[in-house]
């Protein structure tokens, strides 16, 4: 019964460096969330993907990239990490169809950038 | 606009009652959540409401929503050590790609022996 699973749970990167945090579920959810918790701000959204084969920005999408690669998984890439992207990343996933539904969240990725 | 807020800390003794208040500004939200999150842990649903229900209890959990002034309160009867956490108001509504959900900043519940 795994739900959401995020890899790694933790990170540390230089500044310049790429990486990506990798998202999987397993309920067979048709969209997934790309969040950051930053201290006092709550989640803000990063990317989304209402369905397979599409991504949208969210409120912070700058410095991002994502991937849909398959209904399961959700990847989001840093390609020149910076340290205003330390932070905690959370994917979730939901059912839209289902407005009732809210979404499951992974326990998160802590990643510092040095 | 699309704000969620809510006070970042509460304390409360164990055995107490704990109220955590939030207000939201969009009126066309259709469901409302509140999220436990616990320390290196991801957020976990404790319950929601329908934007046509004054309230919902479930179990120690009672929650309120007060749609005029859209107000949501949470209220934890018989607070316990284990509920110390960061409890999470948001709103859903629906829109293009699904339902967006919006989170408040989260309330640090501390509560003391």
């Known amino acids: 019964n795994a739900g959401v699973t995020q890899t790694p749970k933790f990170q540390v990167l230089k500044t310049g460096q790429s990486m990506t945090l990798q998202c999987a579920q397993d309920?067979?959810?048709?969209?997934m969330y790309w969040y950051r918790q930053d201290p006092g701000m709550g989640l803000r959204l990063i990317y989304y993907?209402?369905?397979?084969?599409?991504?949208d920005k969210g409120e912070v999408p700058n410095g991002y990239n994502v991937s849909r690669l398959n209904k399961r998984e959700f990847s989001l890439r840093l390609e020149s990490a910076a340290p205003s992207q330390t932070s905690v990343y959370f994917c979730?996933?939901?059912?839209?169809?289902?407005?009732?539904?809210?979404?499951?969240f992974g326990d998160g990725t802590r990643l510092s950038i040095l | 606009g699309e704000d969620v807020e809510q006070s970042l800390f509460l304390s409360v003794r164990e055995g107490d009652s704990s109220v955590i208040n939030c207000t939201y500004t969009?009126?066309?939200?259709?469901?409302l959540y509140w999220y436990k999150q616990e320390p290196g842990a991801g957020l976990q649903l404790l319950t929601y409401?329908?934007?046509?229900?004054d309230m919902k209890q479930d179990q120690r959990l009672t929650v309120l929503l007060n749609k005029k002034d859209k107000h949501l309160s949470l209220r934890i009867a018989d607070t316990q050590t284990g509920d110390s956490a960061i409890y999470f108001c948001?709103?859903?509504?629906?829109?293009?790609?699904?339902?967006?959900?919006?989170f408040g900043a989260g309330t640090r519940l501390f509560v003391k022996a």
């Open positions: 979730a996933s939901s059912e839209p169809y289902r407005k009732d539904q809210p979404q499951h």
């Open positions: 309920m067979n959810h048709n969209s």
């Open positions: 993907s209402a369905s397979e084969g599409t991504t």
């Open positions: 969009d009126s066309s939200s259709t469901y």
């Open positions: 409401i329908f934007s046509n229900m």
């Open positions: 948001a709103e859903s509504k629906g829109g293009t790609g699904g339902f967006k959900t919006i």
